[in-house]
Nanobody, 132 residues
Framework: QVQLVESGGGSVQAGGSLRLSCVAS????????MGWFRQAPGTKREGVAT???????SYADSVKGRFTISKDNAKNTLYLQMNNLKPEDTAMYYC??????????????????????????WGQGTQVTVSL
């Protein structure tokens, strides 16, 4: 059984930075897309950033140039470096891993966000709050 545990969320002022981490326990295999997704109250879950098994990445337009996704396979850890945070980044952030099934990192942004826990493994989330 795979478990994903996120950490690193918190409260920051606009312009600040946070780094989220997601540690995966269990064997998720070698052909998975992993990513970060977020959901604010009253809004739909959206894809923030994804990375496929080959290392290709994709980002939501709203975070391009500010957020960076990376993974350390030796540590089974996924990261999201978030810089120049804005109040609209406030949300619960979730780490997820889903079988690639030929899916590109860009496709994973929308497909995994749409299916949620029906597609792969999801963590419990970590809250990010950005204030002015």
């Amino acid at each position: 059984q795979v478990q994903l545990v996120e950490s690193g969320g918190g409260s920051v002022q606009a312009g600040g930075s946070l780094r989220l981490s997601c540690v995966a326990s269990g064997d998720i295999g070698s052909n998975y897309c992993m990513g970060w997704f977020r959901q604010a109250p009253g809004t739909k879950r959206e894809g923030v950033a994804t990375i496929d098994s080959g290392g290709d990445t994709s980002y939501a337009d709203s975070v391009k140039g500010r957020f960076t996704i990376s993974k350390d396979n030796a540590k089974n850890t996924l990261y999201l470096q978030m810089n120049n945070l804005k109040p609209e980044d406030t949300a619960m952030y979730y780490c997820a891993a889903g079988r690639s099934l030929g899916m590109t990192a860009k496709q994973a942004l929308t497909i995994m966000a749409a299916f949620g826990a029906d597609f792969g493994y999801w963590g419990q989330g970590t809250q990010v709050t950005v204030s002015l």
